[in-house]
């Protein structure tokens, strides 16, 4: 229940791997900090490239915990993207948020998509398994306003939905769950393949 980042990339990086780590309890929305948060605000406006997000869990968390955001070098009227060739294999990202205290399962409060990626060209999520998503938010959640934003593949992932969250029952027929499974926004050239996708069930399995 740490309300920090558990790793934070401030700066330009490549050639690198987060891979086999646990993150439980961490990040939260009021401060906007995640699991793992890249956000380049240092040096140069170069993308952060060739980076695998592999084989790890997520449990418990207020806030994306995969949450790539826009470089604040880059202008809003450049063309250019944030991230490159952005590889999430094999993770378990899993959306209850338990509250010891009360021992139920309580709302997330803040815009908790499970992964949350601005600008990006070349996007590949495969394998991964997304459960318990909140059904006001979204699984994959990627939105893009650079004009190079290309290729995004997702494929062969099992996303699931809650259709109970802290006691409040989400019905897509009353329009109360406006979440997505994926949510692709700006990106040319997408791929989604293969996915199973359900609503209503909580698997959690690592």
Known sequence: NLKMNAIYVPHLLR????????????????TDRSAIKMKNQLGNA???N????????????????????????????SSAVSF????????LIHGQLYDEDATVETVQPGECHHVFIQDISAFYAH???????????????????????????????YISTKSVVGGVTYDRG?????????????????????????????????
């Open 15 to 30: 050639e690198s791997h987060i891979r086999e780590c646990r993150f439980v309890g961490m990040g939260d929305a009021a």
């Open 50 to 77: 060739n980076i695998w997000i592999d084989s790890n869990m997520f449990y418990r968390f207020e806030n994306p915990p995969i949450n790539l955001q826009r470089s604040t070098l880059i202008s809003p009227a």
């Open 127 to 157: 394998q991964n398994r997304i459960t318990s998503a909140h059904p006001v938010y979204d699984g994959i959640h990627l939105a893009c306003e650079g004009t190079e934003s290309k290729s995004a593949i997702i494929a062969n992932n």
């Open 84 to 91: 490159a060739d952005i590889f999430l294999t094999n993770n």
């Open 174 to 206: 009353s329009a109360t769950a406006t979440g997505h499974a994926v949510y692709i926004w700006g990106i040319e050239n997408f791929s989604v393949v293969n996915n199973s996708i359900y609503g209503g069930i909580n698997v959690y399995e690592f």
């Open 46 to 48: 170069s993308n952060c």
